[in-house]
């Protein structure tokens, strides 16, 4: 028995295949709206339920209850606003068409209400700032004063870029349900899995059945890890290092908004509706340059009574090879100092990779460092 979606029930926003002729048909006779890739991925997960119980794009009461109380109005916890901007929605009435940046017919929208709001005040309230450097809120001050609320359909599935990835909520709660997991831990990255996030993830497996790997594949910031070179460093990661039955690798096809604790607990309520009982959150989850405090992401946590969030966060602190104790450690089980810690950032570790040197093994595993390094010898020749 998996765990309840978020709001009881998983919501399912695809057209049928006895249906889909005649939506066809009428779309071609519809006012459309082109989507920017968020926008894109916004409504495929919509539509499969990843955002339960979301059933489209927020109205001014969801919206704004969401900017100033991390709620819906049904008083569901919700952290993130999930909007649609446009330029001008002021003629906008009934049903109209959503199409992909490349013109093809994505979806349906049932236009409910068209409001405007301060964008410098969601940025303020979601970001926590109102820098337009910062890269979710440079990505909200280029879209519309238009908030275009209602209902979708999805018609027709991008294809995905990585298939055999593509797991629905449905999917990996029949998954979870084969295996015969109770509890399942996910872990959202978009990074590399370098030994310590390695750690974490097997630290949280100790406790519970299973482990979902699942890394955010959607739209991300320039200097991030390209995801064919992410999700090749995660399949040779699992096939050395992880039991085959324990750990379950599936893509999350969601943009990258870098709204940090606002957005961890987003990544936690989405998940529980892929069936996780279990939700990691590190140092400075989802966090960009330095906008949010490290730990900020697992304080939001409590400003939730305990069981509303219906999935359980599981907070680790930055952890890291120490070669006093010999093995992985954290400044809750490791005494030493930081001279005996094997750290690196990412930048540095870029830097290393792109003048041939290699990690220590004591932070990535050797495999890992590999598929990275020829895949930045791709990007660059
Ligand atoms: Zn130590």
Redesign the pocket.
Known sequence: MTIPPHGGTLVQRLVGEDERAAALELVTRLPSITLDPRGVADVGLIASGAYSPLTGFLGRDDYLRVLHEMRLASDLPWSLPITLRITDGAALRDTVALKGPDGSVLGLLEVRQVFRHSKEEEAQLVYGTTDAKHPGVAQLYAQGDSLVAGDVRLLARPVPRFPELALDPADTRRAFAERGWRTVVGFQTRNPVHRAHEYIQKAALETVDGLLLHPLLGPTKDDDVPADVRVRSYRVLLERYSPRDRVLLAGFPAAMRYAGPREAVFHALVRKNYGCTHFIVGRDHAGVGNYYGSYDAQKIFDRFAPGELGIQPVCFEHTFF????GGM?SPKT???TSE??VTLSGTKVREMLRSGVLPPPEFSRPEVVQVLADGLREVVG
């Open positions: 120490c070669r006093r104790c450690a490791c005494p030493h005996c810690h």
